[in-house]
């Protein structure tokens, strides 16, 4: 079982910055491929990015590439989301979540934990 829990939300004007982390619980972390995902109000939740289990591969949905920065500490047990140029559209309730899987997914329902989520508001 792992826990998730994520935090660094908040408001920020647009091209701003923020780094969300993502706290988990449990002994074996390190064995859990991350990703980060996010849902905007009355929109379905999207894949944002993934990281592998060792930090060597990462991915980014085209909306946040080249702005957006996925990484971990496998020693604190934490993933990051940097975030950088913040635009409007990026408003949305952040999560994070851990799968078993070994290859790269986008796809919610191959995660099998997630977090309780934390607010992100970028103003114009």
């Known amino acids: 079982q792992v826990q998730l829990v994520e935090s660094g939300g908040g408001l920020v004007q647009a091209g701003g910055s923020l780094r969300l982390s993502c706290a988990a619980s449990?002994?074996?972390?390190?064995?859990?491929?991350m990703g980060w995902f996010r849902q905007a109000p009355g929109k379905e939740r999207e894949f944002v990015a993934h990281i592998s289990w060792s930090g060597g591969s990462t991915y980014y949905a085209d909306s946040v590439k080249g702005r957006f920065t996925i990484s971990r500490d496998n020693a604190k047990n934490t993933v990051y989301l940097q975030m950088n140029s913040l635009k409007p559209e990026d408003t949305a309730v952040y999560y994070c979540a851990a799968t078993r899987g070994g290859d790269y997914t986008a796809i919610e329902y191959e995660y099998d934990y997630w977090g309780q989520g934390t607010q992100v508001t970028v103003s114009s």
């Open positions: 449990g002994r074996t972390f390190s064995s859990y491929a």
